[in-house]
């Protein structure tokens, strides 16, 4: 898969950015949110965007996708499918039946817990983590050790 000129490449980038709608003073006052749910509508800069990340990633030896809930779930699996590489959901507590392990981490606004099901990775894994945004990185934190309990 080629993205081909340096032209085409920032045209599908533009199409991307062009679905992308923010909205001012959401979830709260001060903040902008980037609302992706029209890129989802729209199948061309969906398409685009799942094969920006196969691209950049496909050759890397990666062989979990680890999404975070939720918007982890939307883009993850695709990638995951692309590159043949297995998804793992990570997940707010007390929303995956069996056995658990789980990470604690603090947020700008109080403190949170990701939990992922034993033994959905293994040592030697190689993981990517899809998430929608990195505000203090206190997610991702948690990903990246719960990643690295295996």
């Known amino acids: 898969m080629s993205f ?21 003073d959401f979830p709260k006052p001060g903040m902008l949110f980037s609302d992706i749910t029209p890129l989802l509508l729209d199948p061309k800069a969906f398409k685009d965007t799942i094969d920006f990340f196969v691209e950049r990633y496909k050759n890397e030896n990666i062989s979990v996708v680890a999404g975070i809930e939720s918007r982890g779930f939307i883009f993850g699996p695709s990638i995951a499918l692309a590159i043949g590489a297995k998804f793992v959901a990570l997940r707010k507590p007390n929303k995956l039946p069996g056995e658990v392990i789980s990470e604690n981490y603090d947020l700008e606004y109080g403190s949170d817990c990701l939990e992922m099901h034993v ?32």
């Open 119 to 150: 033994g959905a990775v293994t040592s030697g894994d190689r993981a990517l983590v899809v998430d929608d945004l990195i505000a203090t990185g206190g997610t991702v934190c948690a990903a990246m050790n719960l990643l690295g309990t295996f």
């Open 4 to 24: 081909g000129t340096e032209g085409e490449s920032a045209s599908r980038i533009n199409g991307i950015k062009s679905t992308l709608r923010i909205i001012s």
